[in-house]
T-cell receptor, first 113, second 112 residues
Framework: NAGVTQTPKFRILKIGQSMTLQCTQDMNHNYMYWYRQDPGMGLKLIYYSVGAGITDKGEVPNGYNVSRSTTEDFPLRLELAAPSQTSVYFC????????????FGPGTRLLVL | DQQVKQNSPSLSVQEGRISILNCDYTNSMFDYFLWYKKYPAEGPTFLISISSIKDKNEDGRFTVFLNKSAKHLSLHIVPSQPGDSAVYFCAASAGSARQLTFGSGTQLTVLP
């Protein structure tokens, strides 16, 4: 199993551009999450999904959109990138049914200039 | 309003000694707590966890203690090894989707 994979590893965007951060997991996990980590801070939840077709907002959803058309994929869309979205983005997944551990991908580092 | 706090940004210990990392929380709805370890340019990796119905959980060199009345948990690493040098995040779980709320992390450095 590859676990949770994220692409790209690093990206530079200009203000106002858009992009999609990709996240795929091969563990057949129902739950998937997107977090961002700013320097010196903890991870903050952007969006999450409890299964294909179901998504919900986390603590910091503004400026982002998500979709979940399959169990495996949970892409995060940035529209009109702003410097405040410069961060490291982590995707995570978790199986349902009592298991609490979330498994994280390696992250995407995004710089908006 | 930080619901999970790690008040020590950094901690240095000698190899072989005990490392104690602390975490405080404010939300009484948290019912499960996890510690993650993170190396630079990698994603967090799960280390150890504890349910709110317990006060201690051990896994090898790692022990987590939970004091619910004080809303405090700690991670003990004994003996500490240089490979333990990393950022350690405390996280608390709540809600139907078990969303995690993270502390800001503690950089542990184990000196040889």
């Amino acid at each position: 199993n590859a676990g949770v994979t994220q692409t790209p590893k690093f990206r530079i965007l200009k203000i106002g551009q858009s992009m999609t951060l990709q996240c795929t997991q091969d563990m057949n996990h129902n739950y998937m999450y997107w977090y961002r980590q700013d320097p010196g801070m903890g991870l903050k939840l952007i969006y999450y999904s409890v299964g294909a077709g179901i998504t919900d907002k986390g603590e910091v959803p503004n400026g982002y959109n998500v979709s979940r058309s399959t169990t495996e994929d949970f892409p995060l869309r940035l529209e009109l990138a702003a410097p405040s979205q410069t961060s490291v983005y982590f995707c995570a997944s978790r199986i349902s049914g009592g298991e609490e551990t979330q498994y994280f991908g390696p992250g995407t580092r995004l710089l908006v200039l | 309003d930080q619901q999970v706090k790690q008040n020590s940004p950094s901690l240095s210990v000698q190899e072989g000694r005990i490392s104690i990392l602390n975490c405080d929380y404010t939300n009484s709805m948290f019912d499960y707590f996890l510690w993650y370890k993170k190396y630079p340019a990698e994603g967090p990796t799960f280390l150890i966890s504890i349910s709110s119905i317990k006060d201690k959980n051990e896994d090898g060199r790692f022990t987590v203690f939970l004091n619910k009345s004080a809303k405090h948990l700690s991670l003990h690493i004994v003996p500490s090894q240089p490979g333990d040098s990393a950022v350690y995040f405390c996280a608390a779980s709540a809600g139907s989707a078990r969303q995690l709320t993270f502390g800001s992390g503690t950089q542990l450095t184990v000196l040889p």
